[in-house]
């Protein structure tokens, strides 16, 4: 399937960077088209791609997928490379469970309370609401407490065999951990924080940003 794959996104979207991740780690070559979801005329536009008028849209040739987590197993089934997917159930099964564990209960705090907060909206020249950070924070450590347990287990979070969990956490890990408060957060819990020594250094993750001279 040599048809052409582009990824639209907007260039602060945590979810078009766990999509990046994926597609990297998979080996796939993609172009990115910058679409801004919160500005009113892009998003009129966006709708055609996808009804609820968020990023990241796969396309791939005149397939078009949304859902970062369909999208990320669309690109391990669909293209030869390195399988993100665990063959032994379990792990599999836990490595489903961290993507929904960190849609469902992680991106709000760590990406919008902590993260857009303490990290994004200074640089915006907007004021940091403390308060909100500070619930993020009590729920990411819930979150990540969670995870951790998981990565105990040593199925999935190894940092060893790359898997849809790690792009999504790792694409994750990223933002967080650019507020101080969550790098130290992560640092408290001893899996995590080895597993995210390993996956941080992996081109996938340091390549996100050069050439995005906007990004945080
Ligand atoms: N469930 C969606 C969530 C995607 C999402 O929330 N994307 C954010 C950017 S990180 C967005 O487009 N926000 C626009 C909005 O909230 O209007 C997925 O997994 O792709």
């Known amino acids: ?5 582009t990824l639209f996104g907007f260039r602060h979207s945590v979810y078009q960077r766990v999509a990046r991740v994926a597609l990297k780690e998979k080996g796939v070559l993609f172009t990115v088209e910058e679409i801004d979801p919160f500005d009113v005329i892009e998003a ?10 968020r990023v990241p849209v796969l ?3 005149s397939f078009v997928l949304y859902e970062t987590s369909a999208i990320t197993r669309y690109v391990d089934a669909a293209f030869i490379g390195p399988s993100l997917v665990p063959d032994d159930p379990r792990a599999a099964a836990q490595m489903a469970q961290v993507i929904a564990i960190l849609d469902s209960y992680g991106y709000w705090p760590m990406i919008r309370q902590v993260f857009s907060r303490r990290v994004f909206a200074p640089h915006e020249e907007s004021t940091c609401n403390e ?5 993020g924070l009590e729920s990411s450590l819930r979150v990540l407490s969670a995870l951790e347990a998981i990565a105990a287990e040593r199925r999935v979070l190894t940092g060893d065999a790359v898997s849809l969990a790690d792009c999504h956490l790792g ?3 990223d933002y967080f951990t650019r507020a101080p408060e969550g790098a130290d957060l ?3 819990l001893p ?11 992996r081109p ?13």
């Open 1 to 5: 399937m040599n048809d052409p794959v």
């Open 44 to 53: 009129e536009r966006l709708r055609d791609l996808h009804p609820f008028g």
């Open 59 to 61: 396309r791939h040739g």
């Open 131 to 135: 308060t909100e950070v500070a619930e």
């Open 171 to 173: 694409g994750m890990m």
């Open 186 to 188: 992560t640092q408290g």
């Open 191 to 201: 899996c995590l924080d080895a597993w995210w020594q390993k996956v941080r250094v």
């Open 204 to 216: 996938s993750i340091t390549g996100l940003d050069p050439g995005d001279d906007t990004a945080l």
